[in-house]
């Protein structure tokens, strides 16, 4: 490849960046129906066609969003259970996940409500999906066989927790209850 196409690949890389940065920061601030081309092209300072010559529509870029944010997952999940004390483990990875969702709830919506084409548990999964739900499968002994089904209901429960408590359907004072009542009876299944 030569120097030319290399600088023109990184700059696509950083034009593709910018526009899921700001797509993710315009959500944050005013939700994801405030996310348009038209809005995204002025934020970022390039013309529509820019866009969808990186994606094909608004979809396309919660897809991206979302594949970022399961980088971040993966990587504050990893820390607090590396950080975890002995027999905290699970507890301080159900913790972290649920800061992370109510810490960023227009990511997580982009991750685990809207639409995307990311696919969990097949051969196209993506790595940093694979990476986030490694961490949990992590926090089961090695040697049990159910360690990953473990790790499938409890990345349910945090889920339902986390989008209900956001939606105000659940108090969110009542969370570490129920945070205790799903480690306390998977700990010991």
Do not use: N
């Not at 120097?3 to 950083?14: F, N, V």
């Not at 944010?69 to 990875?93: I, S, W």
């Not at 649920?98 to 990311?118: G, I, K, N, S």
């Amino acid at each position: 490849m030569s120097a030319i196409s290399e600088r023109r690949e990184r700059e696509r890389a950083q034009r593709h960046q910018l526009i899921v940065t700001a797509a993710r920061d315009l959500a944050e601030a005013e939700g994801w129906e405030a996310v348009t081309t038209r809005r995204l092209a002025e934020r970022v300072e390039y013309s529509q066609p820019v866009l969808y010559s990186h994606f094909a529509g608004k979809d396309a870029i919660v897809s991206a969003v979302a594949l970022d944010g399961m980088g971040e997952l993966a990587d504050h999940l990893r820390r607090a259970r590396e950080a975890a004390g002995p027999g905290q483990v699970l507890r301080a990875v159900c913790r972290a996940y649920l800061d992370f969702a109510a810490e960023r709830p227009a990511l997580y919506q982009a991750m685990f409500v809207l639409p995307t084409d990311l696919e969990f548990g097949s051969a196209e999964t993506p790595a940093p999906l694979r990476e986030a739900f490694g961490e949990f499968v992590d926090c089961f002994p090695p040697d049990d066989e159910r360690r990953e089904l473990l790790a499938e209901v409890v990345w349910s429960a945090l889920h339902g927790m986390a989008v209900l408590s956001d939606s105000r359907r659940i108090p969110a004072a009542g969370q570490e209850d129920r945070l205790d009542l799903l480690v306390g009876r998977i700990a010991v299944s």
